[in-house]
């Protein structure tokens, strides 16, 4: 005796989602037909709707249904400046800062050799051009400080490297509200040699 | 800065499913924008044609897209039997050991008057109509053993009390491999409690 073979169908669709194993999945298709029929139903729309719709902006590569992104198109942001991060997260999560006017590219993901992923697939060559249409004076580089993060930002600026754009990278050092007891000694040991003058 | 419209939508529409909060429904939804297309398609399909196909057996109560599921309509189960659970993976978890033949009823639910769930809202007249249909001899209580599946399970026992059908409640006490030192007061007092000849 097994569920009902849609409701097996059910299950099986939620496991697409990340971090949904058969257990979860279960769960969720119980709750949905048991309480959510409404919430279920909006997310079927949803999903059809975002999947014909959402594109990738022409200039920085983030999702958007339009063809140039309302960040793209302002005219209150400062065009001299190129952040360039690995997920659209990312981007919201400087946003969220505040602390950052210019432009962003969006990667979409990051060098890793072993997943076979290459320039190839994180867009340089898309990049590339939008570095090379003279409004672009620095790119700030804030991938990840992972392994991949790191290599993606070194290709990167290898690849600028000849052009005359400043390229920066964001700061890495103790986190606000960090104590030098409880940091890891990478952490602490770049802190050291990334001191800056007062 | 936010997300475009149709994705902010979509973050929205993925926090119906329980257990998923704002980060990982925005995960989750950049997780399909970018690798999984084909699930997302699969998964919206999906929706829309359980929540137009399914239904609850009459029978049982569980989820079928038939009238009366396979479970019910089968022969080869032993109908003297009825089995009463809280919801449908209880019942898969049963028929998972191998060790029961009869027939089930699901309650969808259990009384929790706190929550103001009362007897009409885990369909008992519907119960009620099942146990007294001439082939069920006896009620086998399998309601969880927590304060509200005991309350169910003991208002159940009384509602059944006047009719001729034996009623009986699955058993409770150490689980297999359990150990004494290791297992709580409540279930091993149970388990002295409710000690059987051998």
């Not at 569920?3 to 709750?31: F, K, T, W």
């Amino acid at each position: 005796m097994k569920n009902s073979a849609s409701l097996e169908d059910l299950i099986e669709a939620l496991r697409c989602l990340p971090g949904v194993g058969p257990r979860s999945a279960q769960r969720m298709a119980y709750h949905l037909l048991q309480h959510d029929h409404e919430g279920a139903r909006q997310l079927a729309n949803t999903l059809d709707k975002v999947l014909t719709g959402i594109k990738h902006c022409e200039k920085c590569n983030s999702f958007t249904e339009l063809l140039v992104c309302n960040l793209c198109s302002s005219t209150k942001r400062n065009a001299d400046l190129l952040c360039i991060v690995e997920m659209p997260a990312d981007l919201l999560m400087i946003e969220q800062t505040q602390s950052y006017n210019g432009m962003y590219f969006v990667l979409m993901g990051k060098l890793s050799p072993l997943d076979g992923i290459g320039p190839k697939d994180i867009h340089l060559d898309r990049l590339l051009k939008r570095v090379q249409d003279n409004t672009v004076k620095e790119v700030v580089l804030a991938t990840n400080f992972t392994v991949e993060g790191e290599v993606t930002a070194h290709y990167i600026s290898e690849l600028l490297n000849s052009m005359e754009i400043k390229v920066s990278r964001i700061a890495r050092g103790l986190p606000t509200g960090g104590e030098l007891e409880h940091v890891d000694s990478g952490t602490l040991a770049q802190a050291v040699m990334e001191r800056r003058e007062v």
